[in-house]
């Protein structure tokens, strides 16, 4: 089954306490990105990838990092979370000219 | 820059139609239309490039006019299933790069 997993699902974190989420894809899509969504604001993109080894700031890159090892993951990274990271995450992926599938979302608290 | 989408939230009675528009002040390569019901992640319709085409999946469809920049989203004869809300995405470019969603629209189908 073609499918986006990421994980955790849910976590709550302390300030500070650097963290990763995961994302993997089965489908061999080029194309990965991350997407925070908070209430009002949509989908924001924080990062992209079009390849190995080819990142790219999205629209809210601040306070994140990603990396893209194998063309399957695409972990994001919070080295020093804040509370106002606290938000739902979606990592999604895609190849050229169709529409993306996205993961499940990570609820992130961040207290 | 996010493309603007209206209504912000549509009410409909089942068996009534309605309309979605997004609209960006950059030209466009393509725009997405995604739906995201209440918890889960946003699914793709549908992709429409520049051309002007019009595209259909079942009850729903969509053009886009590449010259005024904007896309509208058509749905007929609306079902329950259909409510949630609306995102569209616009792309400047083919690279996979500046994809943008826009705010959303709410869409709730009454009995």
């Known amino acids: 089954e073609a499918q986006v997993t990421q994980n955790p699902r849910y976590l709550i974190t302390v300030t500070g306490k650097k963290l990763t989420v995961t994302c993997s894809q089965n489908m061999n899509h080029e194309y990965m990105s991350w997407y925070r969504q908070d209430p009002g604001l949509g989908l924001r993109q924080i990062y992209y990838s079009m390849n190995v080894e080819v990142t790219d700031k999205g629209d809210v890159p601040e306070g994140y990092k990603v990396s893209r090892k194998e063309k399957r993951n695409f972990p994001l990274i919070l080295e020093s979370p804040s509370p106002n990271q606290t938000s739902l995450y979606f990592c999604a992926s895609s190849t050229g000219g169709a529409g993306a599938f996205f993961g499940q979302g990570t609820r992130l608290t961040v207290v | 820059q996010q493309p603007v989408q209206s209504p912000q939230a549509v009410i409909l009675r089942e068996g009534e139609d309605a309309v979605i528009n997004c609209s960006s002040s950059?030209?466009?390569?393509?725009v997405h239309w995604y739906r995201q019901k209440h918890g889960e992640a946003p699914v793709f319709l549908m992709i429409?490039?520049?051309?002007?085409e019009q595209k259909g999946h079942d009850k729903i469809s969509a053009s886009f006019n590449e010259k005024k920049q904007q896309s509208s989203l058509y749905l007929t004869a609306s079902q329950l299933s259909y409510s949630g809300t609306y995102f569209c995405?616009?792309?400047?470019?083919?690279?996979?790069?500046?994809?943008?969603f826009g705010p959303g629209t709410r869409l709730s189908v009454l009995p």
């Open positions: 950059k030209a466009l390569y393509s």
């Open positions: 429409l490039l520049k051309g002007g």
């Open positions: 995405g616009t792309e400047i470019d083919n690279y996979g790069q500046n994809f943008v």
